[in-house]
C-alpha cells in the first residue's frame, strides 16, 4: 500500500490538472461575426491559421453584408464577439447596447471609383450625379455623408447627390451599366472594378485620412463579464493573425483570395488572376491592432457626424465606448 501512495497522488494530479481543460472543451463556441470585407481579413487568417484553436479558443466565425445586421445579430444575442465598423458600435450603444470596442483591425479600404465615360474627376463633381453607397446610417455612410461628400467635396449629402443603397458585390455591374455614375465601396469590390477597367479612382480615402482606424474589435459588456478569459485569447489570436498579414503577405493573399472567392477578372483580352486583386487591394488597406491616440480622435469625429447628421440622438465621448485594458492584458500573455 505504501508504494501505490506516490502514484494515486500522482494519478490525482494529473487528474485534477485536466479538469480545467475539459471544462475549456465543454463551454461554448465563442460566436465571432465579421463584416464580409477583405479589411476583417484577420478574422479569417486567425481561423484559417488556427490561431483560435492554439489559445484554446472554440470558435463559430460568420460573415454578414453590413454593420448594422451583425449589430442586430448581437442585440439579439446571437453573436458574442464582432469585427465591425465603429460607427455600429456606438450608435447602438447610444440606443442601450452596452459594448466596448477592444482593439483595431484595419486602416483604410474605402474608395470612390467613377465611370471612365463621366466627367467625374473629383468628389465636388459627383453634384447633380447617381451614387452606389451602402445602408443609411451604416458605417461607410458615415463616412460618406460626413466626410467625404460635406468635408471634401463641400456637397450637401441629401440635396446634391442622389445616394442609392446596394449591395458592394453589386456595385461594380451597376457602374459598368451605367445605372450610377460613381461607386463609394471597400475592398476587394474597388480593386475589382479598378483592374477591370471600367472605374477610375477618385478618391482614396486613406491618401486623405492616412491609416484611419475602421474595423474594430468589439464585445457586449456581457460577452466581457461572462467569458472574460477568452476575449484575452480572441485579441491574442488577433494579433498573431495580424502579425502573420505583415510578415507572411504571399500566403495571406492566397488565403483572403480563396476567402472571399475572388474571380479572375477580364481586361480586354488581359486576364487578371485573384492575387493579383488582393495585392491591388493591400495599396489602400493594412491592418493594425492598437488603438493608437489619433484613432481614438477618429472615431470620436465619426460620432461627431453621426449626431450632425441625425443617426444618433445624443453626443457621446469615445472614452464611453473604448476600452484599450483587454488588448493590454492580452500583449502582456504574447
Not at 10 to 30: E, I, T, V, W
Not at 137 to 161: C, N, T
Not at 211 to 217: G, I, K, L, Q
Not at 218 to 232: F, N
Request: charged share 25%.
Amino acid at each position: 500500500m505504501l508504494r501505490l501512495k506516490p502514484l494515486l497522488i500522482l494519478l490525482a494530479a494529473a487528474a485534477s490538472c485536466h479538469l480545467p481543460l475539459a471544462r475549456a472543451a465543454d463551454k461554448p463556441p465563442l460566436r465571432i461575426g465579421w463584416v464580409f470585407a477583405m479589411a476583417n481579413a484577420p478574422a479569417i487568417i486567425a481561423d484559417k491559421k488556427g490561431f483560435y484553436a492554439a489559445e484554446g479558443l472554440k470558435v463559430e466565425v460568420k460573415s454578414f453584408g453590413d454593420g448594422p445586421v451583425v449589430q442586430q445579430a448581437l442585440a439579439a444575442g446571437e453573436l458574442d464577439v464582432a469585427y465591425v465598423g465603429a460607427p455600429p458600435v456606438y450608435q447602438w450603444f447610444s440606443r442601450g447596447l452596452d459594448s466596448r470596442i477592444l482593439a483595431k483591425v484595419n486602416y483604410g479600404q474605402a474608395a470612390v471609383i467613377a465611370d471612365r465615360s463621366e466627367g467625374v474627376k473629383t468628389v465636388a463633381d459627383l453634384k447633380g450625379k447617381k451614387l452606389a453607397g451602402v445602408a443609411r446610417g451604416s458605417g461607410m455612410d458615415v463616412l460618406l455623408r460626413g466626410f467625404v461628400l460635406k468635408e471634401i467635396g463641400g456637397l450637401d449629402p441629401d440635396k446634391d447627390v442622389d445616394i442609392v443603397s446596394m449591395p458592394p458585390a453589386n456595385m461594380a455591374t451597376a457602374l459598368q451599366n451605367q445605372q450610377v455614375d460613381a461607386i463609394f465601396t471597400w475592398e476587394p469590390f474597388a480593386s475589382e472594378s479598378l483592374l477591370s477597367g471600367r472605374g477610375r479612382l477618385v478618391l482614396d480615402v486613406n491618401q486623405k485620412l492616412p491609416n484611419y482606424p475602421w474595423y474594430v474589435v468589439m464585445a457586449p459588456a456581457k460577452t466581457l463579464k461572462e467569458r472574460p478569459d477568452d476575449v484575452i485569447r480572441l485579441l491574442r489570436a488577433h494579433i498573431k493573425a495580424i502579425d502573420f498579414l505583415q510578415k507572411n503577405p504571399d500566403e495571406a493573399n492566397r488565403i483572403i483570395a480563396d476567402a472571399f472567392q475572388i474571380a479572375p477578372i477580364k481586361n480586354g483580352s488581359k486576364t487578371i488572376e485573384p492575387l493579383a486583386v488582393v495585392q491591388e487591394a493591400r495599396k489602400r488597406l493594412g491592418w493594425a491592432w492598437r488603438l493608437e491616440a489619433a484613432d481614438q480622435q477618429f472615431i470620436q469625429r465619426l460620432m461627431d457626424y453621426s449626431l450632425s447628421l441625425g443617426f444618433m440622438n445624443k453626443a457621446l465621448k469615445v472614452e464611453q465606448v473604448v476600452d484599450t485594458s483587454w488588448l493590454q492584458r492580452a500583449e502582456q500573455g504574447r
